[in-house]
């Protein structure tokens, strides 16, 4: 039986495609994206949560840690971890009945997936919706996403990837036929600016997009609007003059920024890139959007919700088979 790491699985979802959906989170991406809403996707490996505020103090912790990677910290009351030291053992998570400890990512079967998905097909059916595969990044898991889409296939169950596109066209290739609808990011057009604020360069990424496209693949491009990041009218024009190039485009969906995620870099024990960046107001929107239907592409927009594939590794290499 396939196993895979899933760090969620959400239900009744309403942003990642069409209709309702289940959203399933996979561990692990490539990317490095200085705005990143689900840090704790980051490793393919599960990584220490610590909500200081749900903390009460007791030391428990601290007595169970074979590692001795657990200490009193200088704020009264509140411990800090050495994460280098850290095995991953779960004895803190399991004997913390506060919940301020506990690890992203766990590994899952495709059965066990699939009896979460099968549940809700009568909702899939009266909404148009379905299955979407997002992360972290789906494509660095290929044999258990294919196994899911195939699982997908033989229940009927419509099937959305959500991906960076920082894959080998190979990884791609072999499961384009059980995907309905690619949810694909465009981050930035100039490769330079895209490996500095992502990790990697683009030129993979927009060649997966245009062999996608000319494949007959049905692809909705969605763009994270970020201010002082990707929001200049240079980097808009550019990315709708490529777009437009693209045979059957089913259209675009501009994201704004958030900074609802830094709470979380908080709790892994990193900083956030972005602190001091807010969210783009309605008129900046829709100015962005005002680029593309210029000329001809159709667009969506939505606030609060910019999803962006991400990871820790700046040398990351392309999901392989």
């Known amino acids: 039986m396939q196993h895979g790491t899933i760090f969620d699985i959400k239900k009744y979802s309403i942003h990642d495609g069409p209709g309702i959906r289940t959203t399933v989170f996979f561990s692990g991406c490539p990317l490095a994206c200085w705005w990143c809403h689900n840090p704790e996707s980051h490793s393919p490996k599960p990584e220490l949560i610590y909500r200081a505020a749900r903390c ?5 912790c601290l007595a169970v840690c ?15 971890t050495d994460r280098e030291k850290c095995t991953r053992c779960r004895a803190c998570v399991d004997i913390c009945y506060a919940g301020a400890r506990e690890f992203s990512g766990y590994s899952v079967t495709v059965d066990e997936v699939m009896a979460q998905v099968s549940r809700e097909i009568p909702f899939y059916d009266q909404s148009g919706g379905g299955v979407t595969f997002s992360g972290g990044e789906p494509l660095m898991q290929p044999r258990f996403l294919a196994a899911l889409l195939r699982a997908c296939r033989a229940q009927e169950i419509h099937t959305a990837v959500d991906t960076s596109g920082f894959a080998t066209w190979r990884v791609i290739e072999r499961m384009r036929g059980d995907v309905d609808l690619f949810l694909y990011d465009l981050k930035h057009m100039d490769s330079a600016r895209h490996c500095q604020v992502t990790g990697v360069p683009n030129e993979l990424i927009l ?8 494949k007959g693949a049905r692809c909705l491009v969605r ?18 003059r490529f777009l437009a190039s693209l045979p059957g485009l089913a259209g675009v969906e501009l994201m704004g920024y958030h900074d609802l995620a830094q ?7 990193r900083e956030y890139a972005l602190p001091e960046t807010k969210p783009p107001g309605e008129a900046e929107m829709q100015a962005a959007a005002d680029i593309f239907k210029s000329i001809g592409i159709q667009v969506q927009i939505s606030f609060g919700g910019a999803h962006a594939h991400h990871g820790t590794s700046q040398a990351a290499a392309p999901a392989v088979p």
Request: glycine share 12%.
């Open 207 to 214: 060649d997966n997009l245009r062999r996608l496209s000319a």
């Open 263 to 269: 709470a979380k870099y908080q709790a892994l024990g």
């Open 56 to 60: 009460q103090g007791c030391g428990a």
């Open 66 to 80: 074979p590692q001795d990677a657990i200490a009193w910290g200088s704020e009264i009351g509140k411990v800090v």
């Open 223 to 240: 763009i994270p609007l970020i201010p002082g990041i990707n929001d200049d009218a240079e980097n808009l024009s550019a990315s709708a």
